[in-house]
């Protein structure tokens, strides 16, 4: 989205639960919209929006606090390969291309053909007002693999990128705002699932 139309929203309320005319904007707004199901999640974290910015592009910085995230590695000309984790023990892949740049304000992508998920989205860095640091916006659209029975499988095994979004988006804040990123045991649950 370009200045104009983010200095026109009015809320933080995440694009999942937008009317569908919001919706239709964002996906217009995306260069190469690839996917049907729309995630929408906003984060303050309290660090210069040209920080968050820098740390974000590096894209091999993403899976210190992506946590589906396997790998993410560059393959030239603007296009990164990533590999994540999908449910009981599986893992997805694809090839994904920058499709607008904007220092310190925004990136946007799109999943190449051939993707094992296909998906396009945008991250937005916005000054929040009061001095209280920066606004990371992410903005997801992508179809599930399995379409409808593998969003329900995903949900179960919370590897769905809705639930996922806003567990990445606390982790990035609080990596950029301490350091580092708080854990907890893991469940018996997780941890056989991650063996």
């Known amino acids: 989205m370009g200045d104009t139309q983010t200095s026109q929203r009015s809320d933080d309320a995440p694009l999942s639960t937008s009317k569908d005319d919001r919706r239709e904007q964002v996906r217009a707004a995306l260069v190469d919209p690839k996917g049907d199901t729309l995630v929408g999640k ?53 090839t994904s291309a920058v499709t607008e740049d904007q220092p310190d304000q925004s990136i946007a992508w799109a999943s190449e053909e051939g993707a094992d998920v296909a998906n396009s989205g945008r991250v937005e860095f ?58 907890s045991a893991f469940t018996r649950q997780q941890h056989e699932e991650e063996m």
């Open 42 to 94: 906003t984060v303050t974290i309290n660090r210069p929006r040209a920080e968050l910015y820098a740390f974000w592009r590096d894209f091999t910085n993403l899976p210190q606090f992506m946590e589906n995230v396997v790998s993410v590695e560059p393959v030239g000309e603007g296009r990164t390969h990533w590999t994540v984790k999908a449910p009981a023990g599986k893992t997805v892949e694809w």
């Open 126 to 183: 916005r000054d929040a007002p009061g001095g209280r640091g920066t606004w990371v916006s992410v903005t997801i659209l992508y179809d599930p693999p399995g379409g409808v029975i593998g969003k329900v499988i995903a949900k179960m095994f919370q590897r769905e990128p809705a639930i996922q979004a806003r567990r990445d988006l606390r982790r990035f804040k609080q990596l950029m705002e301490t350091g580092e990123i708080a854990t």
